[in-house]
């Protein structure tokens, strides 16, 4: 069997608040396959961006990380900072939401993406400096040589996603990260920039990780989900046996009050009732039990672990659904 | 557009400096000639005539405005034979190079020690470095100044105690510390601060996800956009140091502006206190002016008139 790019064990995150510790995220496991495509869903604060951030050694100053993150092997999970370095920007490359805050305000467009080149794949400043403009033209800038000397400010929304996805892409790496790339866009844009990561996907060997509180988002973009609830992963499967037959309560929840072109857009949606955890306050069994209708005494005393139900398909839960 | 605005306001500005501080010296009580008592009353008559002191206060007010606009302050009332033009000119350059001294070394040290600071946040560097700042900003320079010459002048003999002995290196020093020290204080809070609060912004981490080394992150990615606070408070600091000359020419006998201004004004030398006081005023809406320059080169956004 091949071996996974990316081997997440046991991986937790919490942040320290006053004498409190916050458990951001709790024991997540999973694997990200060569050129695969994984989506991660859940509401948001369910720990999807905190995650890859301590994967990638970028937690806030308050925040500590615990487990494994194996890339190819290797232990990267607070490896030290020159060992990262070596590994970010050039084999793991993340696409953050907010590409207005994202971007350093006071440097060329052209500049942020030459200075990786230059950093990771030894090139000139003029090579690195064509090397952004083909990267420009490959995210479908328009007059990309003009932008090169553009300030971020001087973009649209869109296209500052673009630049940063073209900074993500600059060394071809084997993973990208993508978290919530679309959320601060507008629908027509976002569609376009769904197309643009697909585009890339199909004809780049980089494995993507689509992180997303949309499922609409990843259902025609990934191979595999992983569902996140209260910083816990609580469903893993391919994408269209999830969509098919959800096995967590939660997952069908988010199903039911997902829109579809059958639905008749004046009918309300069934929201899931309640409100997503306090991580401050998690009860001791399963995080999902104050809004679950299947939920139990059992499911208020134990926290269900993710546990494989076939091969290709895992649930946290003590009473899933029967998955037809 | 913003540095013609702020220039359009800038000779109203001056005008009011200048009609505020000719009616402030005349409302003070005393006059340019009591210390010279036993004169007979004939004699000040004489000399007071020849000043145009004998004329109703506003026709002096004209008479000493359309001078100044001329760019001619009048004579001195106490250094007698010398112009107050002459007087400004003998002192003016050496209250700029100590002042401008010290506005360069408290930007450096100042800069340079915020820095240290937020890299080291909480540390033991952190706490020294900000604790040192707390002690600068409150105590004036007119303490800090006896505390170093009794220290360095007198205890340790390394350095001179006063004068300024045709501006040599070792003479200067003293003064350029005891006036730098309040503004390297201030300086070092304020880019503590942007710094700080740069570091935990999303470009930052961008820029780390990309690999970068620290030392290339804080260069290219913080350290412009964390010393834009500090171009806000450039024409404070001038005028801080400004203000705080003085003084400290005072305190170390040294022939700038600021010697002249505290003799004059003791004095009750209307021309001379109104011509230093509009010449200062000058140079700070100059200065100011310097700063919207400095705000332009640091903020692309200013700089193509996005703000
Ligand atoms: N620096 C921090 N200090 C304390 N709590 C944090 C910090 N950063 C994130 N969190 C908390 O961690 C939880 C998970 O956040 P995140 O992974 O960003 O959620 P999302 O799934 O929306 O990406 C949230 O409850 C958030 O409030
Ligand atoms: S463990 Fe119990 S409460 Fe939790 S999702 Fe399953 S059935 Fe619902
Ligand atoms: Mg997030």
């Known amino acids: 069997m091949v071996e996974p790019v990316l081997k997440i064990r046991d991986l937790s995150v919490s942040f320290a608040a006053g004498d409190q510790q916050l458990a951001a995220v709790s024991n997540v496991s999973f694997d990200l396959n060569e050129e695969e495509c994984l989506g991660i869903v859940g509401e948001s604060g369910s720990g999807k961006s905190q995650t890859f951030l301590a994967a990638l050694g970028l937690l806030a100053r308050n925040g500590r990380a615990t487990g494994s993150v194996l890339y190819r092997g290797q232990e990267i999970l607070n490896a030290p900072r020159h060992e990262l370095d070596e590994l970010r920007g050039n084999r793991l490359g993340m696409v953050f939401q907010d590409a207005l805050s994202g971007l350093t305000p006071t440097m060329r467009i052209g500049q942020q993406l030459a200075e990786s080149a230059e950093r990771h794949l030894g090139m000139s400043p003029a090579e690195a400096r064509a090397r952004a403009l083909e990267m420009l033209e490959i995210v479908s800038i328009p007059d990309p040589a003009q932008r090169l000397n553009a300030y971020p400010f001087e973009l649209s929304g869109g296209m500052r996603q673009r630049v940063m996805i073209a900074l993500a892409m600059i060394c071809k790496p084997d993973v990208l990260i993508a978290d919530e790339p679309t959320t601060a866009l507008d629908v027509t844009v976002q569609a376009q920039i769904l197309r643009l990561l697909d585009g890339l996907k199909r004809h780049t060997k980089t494995s993507v990780v689509m992180i997303t509180h949309d499922l609409a988002v990843v259902a025609g973009l990934c191979d595999r989900i992983l569902i996140m609830y209260g910083g816990r992963p609580v469903e893993l499967g391919a994408t269209a046996e999830i969509f098919s037959g959800p096995l967590h309560p939660y997952t069908a929840g988010l199903l039911r009050s997902m829109p579809t072109l059958s639905i008749d857009p004046e009918v309300d949606l069934p929201a899931i009732p309640g409100q997503p955890p306090d991580i401050s306050q998690l009860p001791a069994g399963c995080a999902f039990a104050e809004r679950c209708e299947r939920a139990s005494d059992r499911c208020l005393r134990e926290d269900p672990l993710l546990t494989a139900r076939t091969n290709a398909r895992s649930v946290a839960c003590h009473f899933p659904l029967d998955g037809n | ?65 359309t001078n100044a606009l001329s760019g001619d ?68 320079s007119f303490v800090t100044a006896p505390i170093l010459v009794l220290f360095f002048g ?114 009750r030398d209307y021309p001379l206190v109104m011509g230093v006081v509009v010449i200062y005023g000058a140079l700070i809406i100059a200065l100011n002016l310097l700063s919207d320059l400095a705000y332009a080169a640091l903020d692309p956004r200013v700089r193509r008139g996005y703000r």
């Open chain 2, 154 to 267: 007198l205890y340790l003999k390394l350095l001179p105690v006063a004068g300024w002995n045709d501006g040599a290196p070792a003479n200067m020093v003293l003064p350029i510390i005891a006036l730098a020290l309040p503004q390297i204080a201030i300086i070092a809070r304020l880019m503590r601060g942007g710094m700080l609060e740069v570091l935990q912004s999303n470009f930052v981490r961008t820029a780390r996800a990309k690999g970068l080394r620290e030392s290339h992150v804080i260069l290219r990615h913080v350290m412009q956009t964390a010393a834009i606070p500090l171009v806000g408070y450039l024409g404070p600091a001038l005028a801080g140091i400004m203000t705080g000359s003085l003084v400290i020419e005072l305190i170390f006998n040294l022939p700038g502006v600021g010697r002249y201004f505290v003799q004059g004004a003791l004095n």
């Open chain 2, 1 to 65: 557009m913003f540095t013609l605005r702020r220039l359009a306001i800038a000779l109203p500005t001056l005008f009011i400096i200048a009609t505020a501080s000719f009616f402030l010296m005349r409302a003070a009580p005393g006059g340019p000639f009591d210390a010279e008592a036993d004169l007979e009353p004939a004699v000040l008559e004489n000399i007071r005539a020849a000043y145009d002191l004998d004329k109703p206060l506003l026709e002096q007010y004209w008479i000493y405005l």
């Open chain 2, 73 to 140: 302050f009048g004579p001195s009332l106490v250094y007698k034979d010398f112009g107050v033009n002459e007087l400004i000119a003998i002192g003016l350059p050496i209250s700029a190079k100590l002042g401008l001294l010290a506005m360069i070394v408290a930007l450096l040290l100042g800069g340079l020690c915020g820095i240290i600071a937020a890299l080291r946040q909480n540390g033991i560097i952190d706490h020294i470095i900000m604790a040192l700042a707390m002690t600068g900003i409150a105590i004036p």
